[in-house]
């Protein structure tokens, strides 16, 4: 049972360049998000996908797209990388933890991204 | 910003000591919990309080939760070196899957 995987872990983009972080949960979750990192500013969702087939902008959304492409994948796409996305991005997915009768969070490793 | 705050921003404390974090936030919720994230890696899940609790314990974790005054604070006692982490709250609104992080509380224990 690996959780909630990240790929790449660390990524040097130049400005302007595209790519797509890939996110992967085996736990059965319906809901994903990201998040992404920076200093003193805690974790601010850019995307989030209630569950398969829908997804909803976050607090930060700008410069960023997403697909949710099945119930374990959902992947975030920076179309034309900027200096000002250089940050740590996190995927997390949640569901209903019938034991305890809770929903939380479960994160990824994150991807570390520097955008020259 | 939606973003909850947290004070302080950064705690150094002796091993032993219990550490204390607080935690406001802006908009109604069903519930609050609170993570941890060690240096590089993801945050992790530590305790839920739903909003109509007061106060809830796990192991050496303490959480109190005020609706009215919109803020919680995390106990941690009798502190460890291996608590040495970043925290943070995280609030959910009622009827939503959003989940609002707060700004977080650097934790040094020394040893």
């Known amino acids: 049972n690996a959780g909630v995987t990240q790929n790449p872990k660390f990524q040097v983009l130049k400005t302007g360049q595209s790519m797509t972080l890939q996110c992967a949960q085996d736990m059965n979750h319906n809901s994903m998000y990201w998040y992404r990192q920076d200093p003193g500013m805690g974790l601010r969702l850019i995307y989030y996908s209630a569950s398969e087939g829908t997804t909803d902008k976050g607090e930060v959304p700008n410069g960023y797209n997403v697909s949710r492409l099945n119930k374990r994948e959902f992947s975030l796409r920076l179309e034309s990388a900027a200096p000002s996305q250089t940050s740590v991005y996190f995927c997390a997915s949640s569901g209903w933890d019938r034991v305890d009768d809770k929903n939380i969070q479960y994160f990824g490793a994150g991807t570390r991204l520097s955008v020259l | 910003s939606q973003q909850g705050e947290e004070d302080p921003q950064a705690l150094s404390i002796q091993e032993g000591e219990n550490a204390t974090m607080n935690c406001s936030y802006k908009t109604s919720i069903n519930n609050l919990q609170w993570y941890r994230q060690n240096s590089g890696r993801g945050l992790v899940h530590l305790i839920l309080?739903?909003?109509?609790?007061r106060e809830k314990h796990s192991g050496r974790l303490r959480v109190t939760l005020d609706t009215s005054k919109k803020s919680s604070s995390l106990l941690i006692t009798a502190s460890r070196a291996a608590d040495t982490a970043s925290y943070f709250c995280a609030t959910v609104g009622s009827g939503t899957y959003k989940y609002i992080f707060g700004t977080g509380t650097r934790l040094k224990v020394l040893a």
């Open positions: 309080i739903r909003s109509n609790e």
